[in-house]
Structure formats: structure tokens, C-alpha cells
């Protein structure tokens, strides 16, 4: 199966994946469960998200060169596998659906207050189909280009708030109750298990490195989340449901500020291309998904040929169910999240599960010819002729010369 990305790229993605949200939307959102307890919600969810990458991680690195559809499908079926790919589309199609409202609530907050949705939704919707249309490994390079930058950028936005920011203690921890601090994580959970992703890349990644290089960015998103966690909670421990798009809030106070007139441009550019690198990391789940329930044994069809009708749909719903964020803020704390928790678990651990299951392999058939008795005489005999026939020039057969 041909590789189409390096195990590097594969970790940019995977750090990628695990930003966006937690980075805007969420800690307001867990504040206003659990007020400064919100940090554990956190701490939970993330405790959770990474037992299940263990096991997905697990079951990637158990099939190096098998498409993921083939391990479903040797393992499970085609039929029940198409179910398991019905929850990816689930999965994705309300992360997707959130990026687009959280990222026309953050432009308007952070840049244009008279944007529109629809605008919003052309311009995001044209650069994620054309980076999926340049296919997987021109994406992941691109991505890969931009990740100094972004991890730069990040970097600098949280060391510049502890710096210039006023710093709260943290303490007393634990004042809400255990059902609130739940409340907390599983009410918020669409904001993780994006790692699943990985699972549909199945057979595409080159195993080179792969164990030190998806670990060592997991464990770079896992530095810059907890430092900037513990920076916003300190921050704004009274006022953190006020702070809705929390990256840029947390250079608020940054005295430079007065001089170079707006910092707000520095963590907003970064957000907003976190969110356009994501959105084709959603796509592509999305498409493959779609393409793997509709496809048969008999019939196949070009993948690109699904944009199309998925975009109008798309855009249908978007502008008319889901219109802005706030909407789509309520659903997602009140049914999306409850699903993407459930998806999550239950993917994770049923791949993990399956994988120790053996293929199903085909025996190659052995002719066997049987020679009796008769054979084996003709066979005698004729090797006699043939020697005969080298000795001598000229011999008889029934009479003639």
C-alpha cells in the first residue's frame, strides 16, 4: 500500500487536532459548570482522551500496511463495519459543524463584527475542499511548513501572559461538587477525541520514527494545554465566562499593547489557521466515511465526487439549523457532546478489541496428481524408448523402418 504521509506529519496532525476549541471556546464553557473546578473537568476529559489514543495508537501501530477498511471488514464484516463508519461520519459531521459556528463567533468577537455567516461559510468551505482535493500528502506537508510558526506563536502568547498578566493562586480546588465537576467534562466533550482520525489513515503513514514522533507532539500539546489552562483559571478566576475566545484574552493586559496598538491580531491569525487545518482533517473523515457506507464490492465511484452533494447539504443545514454559535454552543452541550463521548469510548476500545482477532486468511490449494501402477509402468517403458532411440539410428516399429 503506498505511504502517502511520514510518521512527522502524522504527529503535526495529531497536534493540531488536539487544539481548536480548548483553545477558544472551552474554558469559559467549563467555568460556567464548575466555576474555578473547571480546570479538574478538564484534567478529566484529558485523562480519558489520552487512555483512549492509547488504544487507538495501539491498534495503528499492530497494522502497518492495512487500509482501515480491510481491517474492519476482515475482522467484523462489511455490514457491521459500515455501521462503525457511520459513527465516524456522526463523529466528524458535529466537529465540523462546530468549527464553522465557533469560527464565524471568533472572527466576529475578534475582527469583523459585521461578518456574516454565509461569507464566512464560502470562504472556509473553498479552502478546505481545495486542501482536500490536493489530496492527503499535499495537506499534511503544508501543514507540516506552517507548524514552526504555530508552535512559535503558541508559545509566545502563554509565556507573554505569565509574564504580564496578574496571577491568582489557583487554590482552593475541589469547592464543587463531583456531580458539577462532571458535569463539566462530559457536557464539553466535543472539544476532545479528535485523535480518532488516525484510525482512517490506517496504511497510508510511513512507520519510520512513528512511536517518537507521534509521542513527542502529543506531549508538546499536552505542555502548551496544561500551561495555558493554568494560566487562564489563574487569570480570570472570577471572571473567566466573561473571556469566550480565551487565546486572546490571555495577552489582554500585555503592556505592549499601548505600543503596537493591537496584539489581538497575533493569537486570532493563529487561531483562525488552526481552524482552516483542521476543517480538512474533518472533511477528509467525513468523505472517506460516506465513500465507505455507499460503496459495495461491485461498485466503486471516485471519492471527489461526493464534495458535491455534501457541501449543498452542508450548507443547507448550516444555514438554517444551525444558525451562529450560540445555537450550536446549546446543542453541543446537550446532545453532540454525550455522542462524541460515547463514539469515542466505543470506537477506541472495539478497535483495540478486534485487533486481536486473527484474519481470516485463504489456503492456497495443492494439486495433487495420483500415478498408479499402469502410469508408472508406461512411464518405465518409455524412458527405455528414449534411450534406445539415442543408440541407435534407425529402429522398427510394427514392421516399418
Known amino acids: 500500500m503506498k505511504k502517502e504521509i511520514s510518521s512527522r506529519q502524522l504527529g503535526i496532525l495529531i497536534f493540531i487536532s488536539m487544539l481548536g476549541f480548548k483553545l477558544t471556546f472551552l474554558p469559559a464553557s467549563l467555568y460556567k459548570y464548575a466555576r474555578t473546578d473547571g480546570i479538574i473537568s478538564f484534567f478529566l476529559a484529558l485523562i480519558i482522551d489520552l487512555i483512549c489514543f492509547v488504544l487507538v495508537f495501539i491498534t495503528f501501530l499492530r497494522n502497518e500496511d492495512v487500509s482501515f477498511s480491510a481491517f474492519l471488514e476482515k475482522r467484523i464484516g462489511m455490514f457491521f463495519a459500515k455501521i462503525v463508519y457511520f459513527l465516524f461520519f456522526i463523529f466528524f ?14 472572527v466576529k468577537e475578534a475582527i469583523y463584527e459585521e ?10 468551505l473553498l479552502t478546505i475542499n ?22 512559535f506563536v503558541l508559545v509566545f502568547i502563554i509565556v507573554l501572559g505569565f509574564l504580564t498578566s496578574n496571577f491568582h493562586s489557583l487554590t482552593p480546588l475541589f469547592v464543587r461538587n463531583s456531580s458539577e465537576i462532571f458535569n463539566g467534562t462530559f457536557r464539553n466533550f466535543i472539544s476532545f477525541g479528535d485523535f480518532i482520525f488516525i484510525l482512517p489513515f490506517m496504511g497510508k503513514v510511513n512507520f519510520e520514527k512513528i512511536k517518537t514522533n507521534v509521542i513527542k507532539f502529543v506531549c508538546y500539546a499536552l505542555i502548551i494545554l ?28 500585555v503592556p505592549l499593547a499601548a505600543i503596537i496598538e493591537n496584539l489581538d491580531w497575533l493569537p486570532t491569525t493563529l487561531m483562525l489557521t488552526i ?19 455507499t460503496k459495495t464490492r461491485k461498485f466503486s465511484y471516485d471519492k471527489r465526487f461526493i464534495l458535491i452533494p455534501f457541501n449543498i447539504i452542508f450548507i443547507l443545514l448550516e444555514l438554517l439549523l444551525f444558525y451562529g454559535a450560540i445555537s450550536m454552543l446549546v446543542l453541543s452541550q446537550q446532545v453532540a457532546s454525550f455522542v462524541c463521548f460515547a463514539i469515542s469510548v466505543f470506537v477506541s476500545i472495539l478497535c483495540f478489541a478486534i485487533s486481536f ?12 496428481v495420483k500415478l498408479y501402477n499402469e502410469d508408472l509402468k508406461w512411464i518405465s517403458e518409455m524412458k527405455n524408448f528414449n534411450k534406445k532411440l539415442a543408440i541407435k539410428k534407425s529402429f522398427k516399429v510394427g514392421g516399418a523402418k
Open 93 to 106: 459531521i458535529f466537529k465540523l459543524f462546530f468549527l464553522i459556528s465557533a469560527g464565524i463567533y471568533f
Open 226 to 253: 496544561s500551561s495555558f489552562y493554568i494560566a487562564y483559571f489563574s487569570f480570570f478566576k472570577y471572571t473567566a465566562y466573561m473571556h469566550f475566545h480565551a487565546i486572546t484574552d490571555i495577552i489582554e493586559f
Open 357 to 368: 482477532i486473527k484474519k481470516k486468511t485463504e489456503r492456497k490449494k495443492h494439486y495433487i
Open 130 to 151: 481545495s486542501l482536500f482535493l490536493f489530496k492527503i500528502n499535499a495537506f499534511s506537508r503544508t501543514v507540516e511548513f506552517f507548524f514552526p510558526m504555530i508552535f
Open 275 to 293: 481552524f482552516l487545518f483542521q476543517g480538512p482533517i474533518y472533511l477528509f473523515v467525513v468523505v472517506n466515511s460516506l465513500y465507505n457506507i
Open 115 to 124: 461578518g456574516t455567516l454565509s461569507l464566512f461559510l464560502f470562504l472556509f
